[in-house]
């Protein structure tokens, strides 16, 4: 009727297509909710990240910068977010400056210039300049490490405000470009030719004291020369002189050009005069010399002993004041102040209203400061180096912001106690009696005593994070609540990779969890012992809470097949040097590794493209180090393909071998625990790539399957379970995202026998099968449902760039949907097949609220196997559980109990009276 009204007849494809998306819109089980139950079984919590700069806002609130890219306007008095604006990812934000009742952003690294409202947040104006280089993504599928050094001096981007009068302009430096744009309508003024040569690269950009003169300064591939390019205010370029000198870090001072020449002492160059002079100046600090940098838009040097607010003309370098290096400085229209930070205890002094101000609190981190802005109603927000924010104002602690979970490296869930003590359930084969009616005590529920206490269902779990800056935070997984916090390492130790492990369950007296990580240093793998339900230390595995490993971590992995007499799980570690640790650390847990069977395991370096396959061999005699012996490799072509990501294997059990055809045979599949799936893509060529995918059997190092697509763009996400492996990808040449499943089957068919346990050895091809699909939207990250059984159909979860979280069952990616009536009468229970997988509002699990920028899914099951709990970390956090197959175990919240009861009571008493009628006609029957 529709296409009759436009006055067109419908044709057979559009009809197909209508009638296809309306079956999988309706055939999806619904995840929707009512208004009344959002936020009751989901929490969700907005971050901003790790603070970089800051500014005074409007009615009491501060306006933050931070590594994260993102500008957001925080309440001075209760931290809460008043609004926020997120950019895009790639770059970084390289100026934060309040303008009038207005703040000037310049983000991506230079390339976008933006004006917000202060009050509201409005976007004044959006003005992108130049070609931004694009920014891939890392191969790995860990956040890429935060950016908590100061910006270098080969960074490429800057900015300067230019300020003559009311007029206000913004000089920014993007790429090998100078834009000079207007701060009212953010109209580009202009973009001179610059013609520099190729080798030249500008990495500064100065404006004179007079503001009628700009800088662009940069360095050459020729050693020992920098390069001035001088501008006026209409953009013509007037002079390019070279100067002849060291390339070291420099910063400016006005139209001063300083640099760092020795420990204690530094070049100044006076860009104003014709000929470029250079004069070599000492400087009266203690310590040497670390470093230049821009405190309070100040030119600071930082030496060992501090840092120093200096000034600086052609020739002298002059220290106007002093702060420690773990303080924080900003300047006020009254001259500067410092906070510092530790244990405790918050400290802010200076020449400004209000101070000083000393604060003391238990919340407080043992962490340096690394930012400060005091307001005008006496409040001040101080940022520690662990991204902590603190709310101060008049010696008390207003609140507390951990901004760290914005940069979540690893996290994990963890099962409360159930208040019964497991190890007491030890089978009796001469009391079996006994045995029994300990387990229905264990079975049968206990009151809850406080709220780390495992419910009903299991449904409450504690989730553990560990964070960029080595900080371990626990809280509850139903409600967001923070348990603890602990800081693993000093605050100025930034993880690399990280893992967690739950080595003895809470359901022991004695709990155990382990951290593994690798942090930016050099050689610096460690492992952390601690208590999950409270993060205090302990020493089951070991003898210290923190061991050095010596080496950075290779391989880590939990065996909860191998049991030690304590019901520990064992934990074994590979490093770097061929070592492999084994925790607990005693004789009893090594022997159970290699005493048994062979320990086989892998290593994949995104790096080198390199994936190699070890076996751990048995020792020599007790006490013996374990080492790990190479016994295959596979090598990626070194130059044309890089590895680009590697499949999240998903967890739970495998509750069917095989799946069931239309003439009832059977089409087993190919579950084999040892096969990976990672994918390489080629070098991009006109913004393209070859996306190649690789499916290994990790005992013999034999490939399995490889499969090609051309005209691809990153970045690439993988989920892997049972028998199949889905990937999701950009097609560059059709302009679209697209999803693509791997199927793998046991090429025995019928003749495969359900209880022959599976070995790699058997030298089996499996049967592959393939399919893609067109997704609508760009996919940030992918994970997989899991419950106990693995009866519960599979569902993909999946973090969209647009902030939702979407959910997807298997079965319409399935790689047998019919294409044909022929081929429909062998797959059941599938929809015919069409490229479109359309967007279902309903399977939206996160509603209104928008997860921006997530990098993992975590998932785990729940004592009802309907029941799989989900946590989505990245800028922002969210939580909540799905029941991908619907709640079939357990009648829902509004059931009518009462109708329910009265109508069994009913039954049940007319069943009595009919028994009674029908006696009485019996005996009246029988006396007849």
């Not at 084994?582 to 004789?587: H, L, N, Q, S």
């Not at 069931?660 to 393209?688: C, E, Q, W």
Request: proline residues 4%; hydrophobic residues 40%.
């Amino acid at each position: 009727q529709f296409c009759t009204m436009l006055g067109r007849q419908p044709s057979g494809g559009l009809l197909a297509a209508v009638a296809i998306t309306l079956v999988l819109a309706l055939s999806h089980s619904a995840m929707a909710i009512f208004e009344e139950q959002a936020g009751v079984n989901d929490w969700h919590k907005k971050l901003v990240g790790s603070v970089s700069m800051s500014v005074s806002g409007v009615d009491n609130t501060a306006i933050v910068a931070t590594r994260n890219g993102v500008v957001a306007s925080i309440t001075a008095s209760t931290g809460e977010l008043v609004w926020r604006h997120i950019f895009p990812v790639g770059g970084s934000i390289v100026l934060l400056e309040r303008v009038g009742k207005g703040v000037i952003v310049v983000s991506n690294d230079g390339h976008r210039v933006s004006k917000f409202d202060c009050k509201s947040g409005a976007m004044v104006f959006d003005t992108v300049v130049g070609v931004a280089v694009p920014h891939d993504i890392p191969a790995t599928q860990l956040p890429s490490p935060v950016d908590t050094a100061p910006r270098p001096w080969n960074a490429m981007a800057d900015a300067r405000i230019i300020q003559d009068g009311k007029d206000i302009s913004i000089i920014t430096l993007a790429g090998n470009s100078v834009y000079h744009v207007d701060a009212k309508d953010g109209s580009i003024l202009w973009q001179p030719s610059l013609e520099l040569e190729p080798s030249v690269s500008l990495r500064h950009v100065l404006v004179a004291p007079s503001n009628d003169v700009v800088y662009a300064v940069g360095t050459s591939s020729t050693p020992g020369n920098l390069y001035v390019v001088t501008l006026d205010l209409d953009g013509q370029k007037t002079t390019t002189r070279t100067l002849q000198r060291p390339t070291t870090e420099c910063l400016s001072y006005a139209a001063i050009l300083v640099c760092i020449e020795g420990p204690q002492q530094v070049s100044l160059t006076d860009l104003s005069q014709g000929a470029l002079n250079t004069t070599t100046s000492s400087v009266a600090v203690d310590g040497d010399l670390v470093g230049l940098a821009k405190v309070a838009q100040s030119l600071a040097l930082l030496a060992t002993s501090g840092t120093h607010v200096v000034t600086a003309d052609a020739t002298t370098v002059t220290v106007k004041q002093s702060f420690p290096r773990t303080s924080a400085v900003a300047r006020s229209a009254s001259g500067f102040y410092e906070a510092a930070i530790s244990a405790g205890t918050i400290k802010v002094t200076g020449a400004t209203k209000n101070l000083p101000m000393t604060v003391q609190s238990s919340d407080i981190s043992d962490s340096s400061a690394g930012n400060c802005v005091c307001l005008s109603s006496g409040a001040c927000i101080v940022v520690a180096e662990d991204a902590t924010m603190y709310g101060v104002k008049k010696d008390n602690l207003l609140w507390t912001r951990d901004e760290s979970l914005a940069d979540t490296v690893a996290a994990q869930f963890f099962d409360l106690p159930t208040g019964h003590d497991e190890d007491a359930l030890v089978d009796d084969a001469d009391d079996i009696l006994g045995d029994f009616l300990a387990r229905l005590r264990f079975s049968a529920p206990v009151a809850a005593v406080g709220e780390l206490h495992q419910d009903y269902f299991n449904t409450k779990k504690l989730i553990i994070a560990v964070t960029r800056s080595a900080k371990l935070i626990a809280f509850i997984s139903t409600t967001g609540k923070v348990v603890w916090r602990r800081d693993v390492q000093d605050g100025a130790t930034l993880l690399q990779s990280a893992s967690l492990y739950e080595v003895l369950p809470a359901t022991h007296k004695q709990r155990v969890a382990a951290l593994v990580g690798t942090t930016t240093a050099p050689d610096s793998g460690f492992l952390f012992e601690f208590d999950p339900l409270t993060g205090e230390p302990t020493t089951l595995l070991g003898a210290k809470s923190l061991v050095s490993l010596g080496s950075n971590v290779r391989h880590a992995a939990l065996r909860p097949d191998i049991q030690t007499q304590n019901h520990a799980n064992v934990l074994v570690i590979a490093t770097t040097d061929d070592r492999v640790s084994v925790f607990p650390d005693t004789d009893e847990a090594k022997s159970l590794l290699v005493g048994t069977r062979p320990y086989f395991f892998f290593t994949l370096d995104a790096e080198s493209g390199v994936l190699t396959g070890y076996n751990v061999a048995s020792r020599a005699s007790a006490g013996a180090q374990l080492t790990a012996t190479q016994v295959w490799r596979i090598e990626v072509p070194r130059g044309k393909e890089r590895i680009a990501a590697l499949a999240a294997k998903g967890t739970g059990a495998v509750s069917s071998l095989g799946e069931i055809r239309g003439d009832k045979s059977v089409l087993y599949k190919y579950l084999n625990p040892h096969m990976i799936a990672f994918a390489t893509l080629t070098p991009y060529v006109k913004r393209s790539a070859t996306l190649t995918v690789y499916l290994v059997d990790t005992i013999r190092g034999v490939l399995l399957d490889r499969t090609k697509h051309e005209n691809v763009r990153g970045p690439i996400h993988m989920v892997q379970a049972e028998n199949w492996v889905v990937y999701g990808y950009k097609n560059r040449k059709a302009k679209r995202h697209e999803l693509s499943i791997i199927e793998l089957f046991d090429s025995h068919g019928k003749a495969k026998q359900s209880g022959t346990p599976f070995t790699s050895f058997s030298g089996a091809k499996p049967m592959i099968m393939r399919q893609s699909y067109i997704f609508p939207t760009a996919i940030s990250t992918m994970g997989l449902s899991s419950t106990q059984q693995g009866i519960t159909e599979k569902q993909l979860v999946i973090g969209l760039a647009s902030g939702g979280i979407y959910t997807l069952s298997k079965k319409f990616v399935d790689s047998r949907r019919p294409m044909n009536d022929k081929t429909a009468e062998t797959a059941v229970n599938l929809p015919r097949y069409h490229p479109l997988l359309p967007i279902n509002p309903k399977q939206i699990i996160n509603y209104h609220q928008s997860v921006f920028r997530p990098t993992a899914v975590l998932t785990s099951p729940t004592g009802l196997e309907s029941t799989s709990l989900v946590f989505v970390h990245g800028l922002d956090l969210f939580s909540t559980n799905i029941s991908p197959s619907k709640q079939f175990d357990l009648l829902q919240h509004n059931f009518n109990f009462l109708g329910l009861v009265a109508t069994v009571l009913a039954l049940a008493i007319a069943t009595m009276v009919l028994a009674h009628f029908y006696g009485r006609k019996r005996l009246d029957a029988a006396w007849k």
